[in-house]
């Protein structure tokens, strides 16, 4: 099968810590199993259209000043471009990752006509509405630094932003016939859409250290207590003012406690993010200069230090679709704290494989991290379960044979039906 991948992400072989890391993972072991032929068509920072092979996948990478315009597409040349790369390829299939970028309107405008599958990542429609993570305006006034004043990037205009694209999500939905989800809650939002389309569901593959890396083993430490905490997003909607707030809870019983945030978010200067930069200031505020660790973007090897070191996993997002920290945390059978927000709900079950808290409540936040530290029982059997989940659910070989199931299905359903 010859397929061609409309995607976000560079496919790379280095490990740069980025988002998107399923792509990577998924893309190595399809073309492991000699039965697909790969190719990618994505966004990188080159000025001009650029072909590159990694690992037997041709890429073509076009520039990304290549931004969408008033009618969700980029300049016609650019257009022009991607479909004279698709039909030099020439697909049997091609796999459109995502609603958040304009490749979804190509096929769903009848710009490319190729058998089609949509997968779902992010959803913006559902985002803009949780986007300021609870901020009052006061507060939301005080992430406006001078980077925001020069590139109109409130949070406020940000929202907007993600509302307005949420028309062009919508378009892409209805218009597919075939798409794949990973939880029910995207599910649900799919049907009520797009309530003919046939739907796929599948999970998605962790990066190989995860499959090396041993199990994480609870440890008799007095003093020392950590909380992992990843982002991949600087934006309200992730929700670490939450897990500042109850982190501040929760140095009043553990002094010495640590919140380590993993992911590129600090950058210094006039680039640093007002949200980051307002973050630090309560971090200030609260006394917690001593308990914050920025650690920066991680390769896969680092988290996986981090996390076989940690007390606990903490997720408080105000909404995911489905979360690769949350799969890769319960996978090494680290203990999880995450609010029960969208698709969080499908990847594990409260009380058993995790501790779930309502998106925003720092107090029950902090509440359920308390229960984990003193209660060492109860952690170790939320790692057990959820080790016993994702043995399973992550299993390499069981989620490539469903992709290509799903690949080989859309293409003789094009067939039998063109």
Not at 326 to 353: H, I, N, Q, W
Not at 382 to 404: F, P
Request: include cysteine; glycine fraction near 6%.
């Amino acid at each position: 099968m010859r397929i061609l991948w409309l995607s976000n992400k560079i496919i790379s072989e280095s490990d740069t810590g980025s988002t998107g890391t399923w792509i990577d993972a998924t893309a190595y072991s399809i073309q492991q199993t000699g039965e697909v032929k790969l190719g990618n068509i994505t966004l990188g920072s080159e000025n001009k259209i650029e072909i590159r092979d990694v690992a037997g996948i041709q890429q073509w990478i076009l520039p990304s000043k290549a931004k969408p315009g008033a009618n969700g597409l980029p300049e016609e040349r650019y257009v022009k471009e991607i479909i004279q790369a698709v039909h030099d390829f020439s697909p049997d299939l091609l796999h459109v990752w995502g609603v958040e970028a304009y490749w979804g309107l190509l096929t769903a405008r009848k710009l490319i006509c190729y058998p089609t599958l949509l997968e779902m990542q992010g959803f913006k429609t559902a985002i803009a509405n949780v986007y300021s993570g609870g901020l009052n305006v006061f507060e939301q006034l005080r992430c406006i630094g001078l980077k925001e004043i020069l590139l109109r990037r409130t949070i406020y205009k940000q929202r907007k932003d993600f509302e307005r694209w949420g028309y062009f999500e919508r378009e892409i939905i209805k218009n597919h016939k075939y798409i794949t989800v990973q939880t029910e809650w995207i599910k649900a939002h799919i049907i009520h859409l797009n309530p003919n389309c046939t739907i796929f569901q599948n999970s998605r593959i962790l990066r190989e250290p995860f499959y090396k890396a041993s199990p994480w083993k609870p440890e008799n430490k007095e003093n020392e207590i950590k909380i992992f905490c990843s982002s991949a997003y600087v934006a309200p909607f992730k929700g670490l003012h939450v897990a500042i707030r109850a982190l501040s809870i929760l140095k009043k019983n553990f002094p010495n406690i640590q919140l380590r945030i993993a992911g590129a978010l600090r950058r210094g200067g006039l680039r640093e993010d007002g949200y980051i930069r307002w973050l630090i200031s309560e971090v200030e505020r609260l006394s917690l200069n001593e308990n914050v660790v920025w650690l920066g973007a991680l390769s896969a090897d680092k988290i996986v230090g981090e996390l076989q070191n940690c007390d606990a996993m903490l997720l408080p997002s105000f909404i995911e679709n489905e979360s690769n920290t949350l799969r890769e945390a319960m996978y090494l059978g680290v203990p999880v704290v995450s609010s029960y927000a969208g698709g969080l709900t499908s990847l594990a079950k409260d009380e058993e494989s995790a501790l779930f808290f309502s998106p925003g409540d720092y107090v029950m936040c902090a509440h359920q991290l308390k229960r984990l530290l003193l209660n060492k029982a109860l952690a170790q059997e939320l790692s057990r379960n959820a080790r016993i989940i994702c043995l399973e659910r992550q299993d390499r070989n069981r989620i490539i044979k469903k992709q290509l199931e799903i690949y080989r299905y859309v293409i003789d359903n094009f067939i039998s039906s063109g």
